[in-house]
């Protein structure tokens, strides 16, 4: 199975503030990588993928970049409904895999 | 509007056997594939397995093969996981998840399904 390594695990910011979360595959994964939000008991959203970009509705501040095994997630200037867990997920190859999770708290 | 609506909360005892159900709307049911993503309490997102509602061909993940069934019914454009025999370790919250086409990242999910698996 491919591993994906997301870090930090978590990360406490401010409102206004720019915020980057790493994902690092143990493979190479042909820039098949996707990035989902998720707040408490509500399931998943997609943000965006590496190869058909940012989903429509999300905001212009999230953006994503990478190439190879290592992918970024930023968000440009958090705003109060960004404080949620962050999932990286690899569509590669089967078993899709996801990220552990990125905790986004408020300072 | 694409929809995925799963069934309601289950609280079963082991050994129980268990269907749960993800119904969808607003699109060709067969044109995309579904798959199944656990998530234990408190923690991340675990890939299950996925299935192709047009001929219902299902690829799984090691990690849950041969200990759950991905099934569809054409005729109610609707998804099921279903176990035969529940373990405590099952205890999870499960959604179900549309593909975006011909990449398999998930653009639509169901709004998730608890099941509680306790003597």
């Known amino acids: 199975d491919i591993q994906m390594t997301q870090s930090p695990s978590s990360l406490s910011a401010s409102l206004g503030d720019r915020v980057t979360i790493t994902c690092r595959a143990s493979?190479?994964?042909?820039?098949?990588l996707a990035w989902y939000q998720q707040k408490p008991g509500k399931a998943p959203n997609l943000l965006l993928s590496s190869k058909s970009g940012l989903e429509s509705g999300v905001p212009s501040r999230f953006s994503g970049s990478g190439s190879g095994t290592d992918h970024t997630l930023t968000i440009s200037s958090l705003q109060p409904e960004d404080f949620a867990t962050y999932y990286c997920?690899?569509?590669?190859?089967?078993?899709?895999?996801f990220g552990q999770g990125t905790k986004l708290e408020i300072k | 509007e694409v929809q995925l609506v799963q069934s309601g909360t289950e609280v079963k005892k082991p050994g129980e056997s268990l269907r749960i159900s993800c119904k969808t709307s607003?699109?060709?049911?067969?044109?995309?594939?579904i798959s199944w993503v656990r998530q234990m309490p408190g923690r991340g997102l675990e890939w299950m397995g996925r299935i192709d509602p047009s001929d219902s061909y299902a690829d799984y993940s090691p990690s849950f093969q041969g200990h759950v069934t991905l099934s569809v019914d054409r005729s109610l454009n609707t998804a099921y996981l279903q176990w035969a025999s529940l373990k405590a370790a099952d205890s999870a919250v499960y959604y179900c998840?549309?593909?975006?086409?011909?990449?398999?990242?998930?653009?639509?999910w169901g709004q998730g399904t608890l099941v509680t698996v306790s003597s």
């Open positions: 493979q190479g994964i042909r820039n098949s």
């Open positions: 998840a549309k593909a975006y086409g011909y990449e398999d990242f998930f653009d639509q």
């Open positions: 607003g699109y060709y049911f067969t044109n995309y594939w």
């Open positions: 997920q690899q569509y590669d190859t089967t078993p899709y895999t």
